[in-house]
């Protein structure tokens, strides 16, 4: 780990005054930033020690009481501050009523003792998980030329969304899927102001210009995520196979959220996560269901649509019955019907 200067930011104002204070955080790729916020540090530690990440400033956001908590709107809005640990999340009485499928994604991340360190801002934010990114090769997206899990072991890796990114690592998240699937956005401020950008748009596949897997750029702080009000009786199902049952990364996942009216889907969203670079929406499958009503058969070829265009790599086709699976189940469960067979 290399050398590093410690501040803390009292509030978001400050923290990106620190940042503008650090010399040339402007304008530098966002990997080899000089200055780099620290939220509860799950990620970013172990990355600078292991070489990948080497701010020489961290300004530490956790004094920064105005970017944690959740806050509920009167229209039923929520607005979760950046800085809020999955922990918080998990006992919200007002996520629990607005967002149940999120509580559902925050119990399958990480561990209970991590759970009280990360935060959702830092959660959307950290690096893949792809052995050839962590290792020591100098794969693509560490600055090298080749993507070695094309070709080499891909076990873990994507099997939608290869032909548009360099790279075929998947995005590791758990509260990713959910939040696209809540239609959530993201809160940002920095020295060209403050806007908001779906989580769909945040999290965008890395790019020669740009070998991060998210659009944010370094000068840039997130202050809160935003969910807007749910469709009346829509209700979420989030559900993730893996390795092992605790302390383990998604090899799938399928976040759904569906509302019903007059017995036909009157709104869906179906999220896949762990077989993308990026959280995947399957809006195809989501175009079958619509105006229908929904059947065990339907949910099927739902889940069938949902992974059409899936193209597996040597080692990981075994991902696409178990996302096809997830896919069923989920939208049975959202749906309340008993899934079957699946
Ligand atoms: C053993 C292990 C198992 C795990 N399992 C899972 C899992 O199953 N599912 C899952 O979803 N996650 C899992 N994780 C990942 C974990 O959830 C993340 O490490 C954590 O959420 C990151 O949050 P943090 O607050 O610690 O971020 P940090 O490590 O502090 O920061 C991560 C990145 O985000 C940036 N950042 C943080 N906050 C902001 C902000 N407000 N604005 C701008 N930039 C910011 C930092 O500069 C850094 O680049 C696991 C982690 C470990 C170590």
Same mark, same amino acid.
């Given at each position: 780990?290399? *050398? ?13 005054? &620190? ?31 292991? %070489? ?12 920064? %009481? ?7 709107? !009167? ?80 076990? %873990? ?23 696209? !699937? ?25 790019? !020669? ?7 944010? !750029? ?21 559900? &993730?196979?893996?390795?092992? #049952?605790?302390?383990?990364? #998604? ?14 889907? *009157? ?17 195809? #499958? ?21 992974? #059409? ?9 075994? &991902? ?23």
């Amino acid at each position: 780990m290399n *050398d590093f200067e410690h501040t803390s930011a009292a509030s978001a104002a400050d923290a990106l005054a &620190k940042l503008g204070g650090a010399p040339s955080a402007l304008g530098t790729s966002y990997p080899a930033a000089p200055a780099r916020f620290i939220a509860g540090g799950t990620d970013l530690i172990p990355l600078m020690h292991d %070489h990948l990440a080497a701010p020489t400033r961290l300004i530490d956001l956790k004094p920064a %009481h105005d970017l944690r908590g959740v806050r509920l709107a !009167a229209d039923g809005a929520l607005a979760i501050g950046a800085l809020t640990t999955l922990t918080d999340i998990e006992r919200d009485p007002a996520v629990a009523e607005r967002a149940p499928i999120l509580i559902e994604a925050v119990r399958e991340a990480a561990t209970p003792q991590l759970r009280a360190m990360a935060t959702i801002g830092g959660n959307l934010l950290q690096r893949t998980r792809c052995w050839y990114f962590r290792g020591e090769t100098r794969c693509w997206l560490k600055g090298g030329d080749t993507c070695y899990a094309r070709a080499g072991r891909s076990d %873990h890796h994507a099997i939608l969304g290869t032909d548009s990114s360099p790279c075929i690592a998947v995005h590791p998240s758990d509260l990713a899927p959910a939040l696209v !699937a809540l239609d959530a956005r993201v809160a940002i401020s920095g020295p060209r102001g403050t806007h908001a950008v779906p989580v769909a748009d945040l999290l965008q596949p890395p790019t !020669a210009d740009r070998r991060v897997e998210h659009t944010l !750029a370094p000068d840039e702080l997130i202050t809160a995520i935003e969910i807007p009000p749910q469709p009346a009786g829509a209700r979420g199902v989030y559900l &993730k196979a893996m390795e092992r #049952a605790a302390w383990s990364f #998604a090899l799938a996942s399928a976040a759904v959220q569906l509302a019903l009216r007059d017995g036909r889907v *009157d709104h869906i969203r179906i999220v896949l996560g762990g077989v993308a670079p990026t959280p995947w929406r399957a809006v195809d #499958a989501e175009r079958l269901l619509i105006g229908q009503p929904l059947t065990p058969a339907l949910a099927t070829q739902a889940a069938e649509r949902a992974l #059409a265009s899936a193209s597996p790599f040597d080692h990981n086709a075994y &991902k696409l019955p178990l996302a096809r699976a997830l896919v069923r189940r989920a939208v049975l469960g959202a749906s309340a019907m008993e899934s079957e067979g699946a």
